[in-house]
């Protein structure tokens, strides 16, 4: 069985690294906001580009926590992907805030920069990207956009931790950025964890103390809080892991390469970049008509296959007075999508089966 993705192996090559850090943890008896996470997040700002970066417990807390900072609230618009994970659009609602969504670019299955103009309106506060699969959106229309009606541009990196556009990270591409650790992204620890990065010296300051109860220092709290904070050992294996990320994401994008040059199915859409260092392929995506024919083949023959995602945000039960809205090249996405197992750990002799069974003719 070719695993969609093989987490144990991935971790067990750090093995008596990451033994060794979470025995110096215990050994030093601070679990919380110590020198570890002082140390990762020095280390993943540097990484990024940006001038600060800051631990919380999750992606969709950082998201969450840069919207609280920004004071966005009750009646303002935020403008998101209709294409995305629902935690883009769950960060937005959680603070009162209006999604205004935008339909993507099919072949890119990230927001359409073209599409953006007309739904900004008086109640526009921020626009977010979302660099789905691991692929940077192309910004430089967005850039424009942000500078002209003078909105905050909103990054969700979860899946694109290393991408590069234009010579500059994801996380450093907008005024905030929010990044998750959950174990399965390209960087990933061994629970959940995420980071908030940015080059804005005030709301970095401010993001620092709502996530820890809102307070400035010890039992003096300014703002009203969250407890969302990045623990020591998660931090500890992150730091370990983050000096591997670049020689992950090339792996990767062998793999991409090798797939997009050799799955040749006229039944399958081979996903596109626009250039190779924008795309750190968290996920590669084909699409087909066949797709539930496609993927059940495909577990015939011993390859798990996921689908991100069966039902956009805008059909999901949560957001019942949005169900009947229409974003067809979104659901299209959705009802044709298939990813394929990729990771920095996969085998030639695993991509050519999948290729191999992928080009063979399905009865
Ligand atoms: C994973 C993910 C998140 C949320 O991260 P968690 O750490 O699971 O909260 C947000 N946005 C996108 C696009 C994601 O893939």
Same mark, same amino acid.
């Given at each position: 069985?070719?695993?969609?993705?093989?987490?144990?192996?991935?971790?067990?090559?750090?093995?008596?690294?990451?033994?060794?850090?979470?025995?110096?943890?215990?050994?030093?008896?601070?679990?919380?906001? /110590?020198?570890? #996470?002082?140390?990762?997040?020095?280390?993943?700002?540097?990484?990024?580009?940006?001038?600060?970066?800051?631990?919380?417990?999750?992606?969709?807390?950082?998201?969450?926590?840069?919207?609280?900072?920004? /004071?966005?609230?009750?009646?303002?618009?935020?403008?998101?992907?209709?294409?995305?994970?629902?935690?883009?659009?769950?960060?937005?609602?959680?603070?009162?805030?209006?999604?205004?969504?935008?339909?993507?670019?099919?072949?890119?299955?990230?927001?359409?920069?073209?599409?953006?103009?007309?739904?900004?309106?008086?109640?526009?506060?921020?626009?977010?990207?979302?660099?789905?699969?691991?692929?940077?959106?192309?910004?430089?229309?967005?850039?424009?956009?942000?500078?002209?009606?003078?909105?905050?541009?909103?990054?969700?990196?979860?899946?694109?931790?290393?991408?590069?556009?234009?010579?500059?990270?994801?996380?450093?591409?907008?005024?905030?950025?929010?990044?998750?650790?959950?174990?399965?992204?390209?960087?990933?620890?061994? /629970?959940?964890?995420?980071?908030?990065?940015?080059?804005?010296?005030?709301?970095?300051?401010?993001?620092?103390?709502?996530?820890?109860?809102?307070?400035?220092?010890?039992?003096? #709290?300014?703002?009203?809080?969250?407890?969302?904070?990045?623990?020591?050992?998660?931090?500890?294996?992150?730091?370990?892991?983050?000096?591997?990320?670049?020689?992950?994401?090339?792996?990767?994008?062998?793999?991409?390469?090798?797939?997009?040059?050799?799955?040749?199915?006229?039944?399958?859409?081979?996903?596109?970049?626009?250039?190779?260092?924008?795309?750190?392929?968290?996920?590669?995506?084909?699409?087909?008509?066949?797709?539930?024919?496609?993927?059940?083949?495909?577990?015939?023959?011993?390859?798990?296959?996921?689908?991100?995602?069966?039902?956009?945000?805008?059909?999901?039960?949560?957001?019942?007075?949005?169900?009947?809205?229409?974003?067809?090249?979104?659901?299209?996405?959705?009802?044709?999508?298939?990813?394929?197992?990729?990771?920095?750990?996969?085998?030639?002799?695993?991509?050519?089966?999948?290729?191999?069974?992928?080009?063979?003719?399905?009865?």
């Amino acid at each position: 069985m070719i695993k969609f993705l093989d987490l144990e192996k991935i971790n067990n090559r750090f093995r008596k690294e990451i033994d060794e850090k979470i025995a110096e943890v215990l050994d030093k008896g601070w679990y919380i906001l /110590g020198n570890q #996470n002082e140390k990762f997040t020095a280390d993943f700002a540097d990484f990024c580009g940006t001038k600060h970066c800051i631990g919380v417990a999750n992606g969709l807390d950082a998201l969450n926590i840069i919207i609280k900072a920004y /004071g966005f609230s009750q009646g303002d618009e935020i403008i998101v992907p209709a294409n995305t994970y629902i935690a883009s659009i769950l960060a937005i609602t959680q603070n009162g805030c209006t999604p205004v969504l935008v339909e993507p670019d099919i072949k890119t299955y990230n927001i359409n920069p073209d599409l953006i103009e007309e739904k900004i309106t008086s109640k526009t506060k921020a626009i977010m990207v979302v660099h789905l699969y691991g692929q940077a959106v192309p910004m430089e229309k967005i850039w424009e956009l942000a500078k002209k009606y003078n909105l905050k541009i909103i990054e969700d990196s979860a899946q694109a931790h290393g991408a590069i556009y234009q010579g500059k990270r994801c996380g450093n591409l907008g005024d905030a950025s929010g990044f998750s650790f959950y174990p399965g992204k390209n960087l990933g620890c061994l /629970g959940d964890g995420g980071c908030i990065t940015t080059n804005d010296d005030e709301l970095a300051a401010k993001i620092k103390a709502i996530r820890n109860y809102g307070s400035d220092y010890k039992y003096h #709290n300014i703002y009203k809080g969250v407890n969302s904070r990045l623990d020591e050992i998660q931090a500890a294996v992150l730091d370990i892991k983050l000096k591997y990320l670049d020689k992950d994401n090339s792996h990767r994008r062998q793999i991409a390469k090798y797939y997009r040059e050799n799955i040749k199915n006229p039944a399958v859409i081979l996903p596109e970049t626009y250039d190779e260092n924008a795309h750190v392929w968290h996920i590669f995506a084909i699409r087909t008509k066949e797709r539930d024919r496609l993927q059940e083949y495909l577990k015939e023959n011993g390859i798990e296959t996921l689908i991100h995602y069966p039902i956009p945000p805008h059909k999901q039960d949560c957001y019942k007075e949005w169900n009947n809205l229409s974003f067809p090249l979104t659901e299209e996405i959705h009802n044709t999508i298939l990813s394929l197992p990729i990771s920095p750990v996969m085998t030639d002799e695993e991509v050519e089966k999948i290729i191999k069974i992928i080009n063979t003719k399905m009865e």
